[in-house]
């Protein structure tokens, strides 16, 4: 069983930076595309950024254009979400997902077949 687990969420003053991790156990990460959502309260969970098995293809929604980065490290297991110049309206509940497709999509979370239990973002003075 595939498991996922985020990390690097906080507090940040808005125009600051957050990096979030996604710790992936149970199988080896190269057999999986990831993708990072998130989920403000009253809003519907939407797709950030996400990159497919290879890393060679990345998506971004407008959101994130130009402020936030994503990359993998299969060896570590790892991805990251690196969140620069945050905005109140960043705020939300950031998941790390999983699909065994080849490439990542970022229109449906039920394309993605595994979750983490999510790491809250809150961008405040």
């Known amino acids: 069983q595939l498991q996922l687990v985020e990390s690097g969420g906080g507090l940040v003053q808005p125009g600051g930076s957050l990096r979030l991790s996604c710790a992936v156990s149970?199988?080896?990460?190269?057999?999986?595309?990831i993708g990072w959502f998130r989920q403000a309260p009253g809003k519907e969970r939407e797709g950030v950024l996400c990159i497919s098995r290879s890393g060679g293809s990345v998506k971004y929604a407008d959101s994130g254009k130009g402020r936030f980065t994503i990359s993998r490290d299969n060896a570590k297991n790892t991805v990251a979400l690196q969140m620069n110049s945050l905005k109140p309206e960043d705020t939300a509940v950031y998941y790390c997902a999983a699909t065994s497709t080849w490439l990542c999509t970022l229109g449906r979370s039920s394309d993605y077949d595994y979750w983490g239990q999510g790491t809250q973002v809150t961008v405040s003075s």
């Open positions: 149970g199988f080896s990460l190269s057999y999986y595309s």
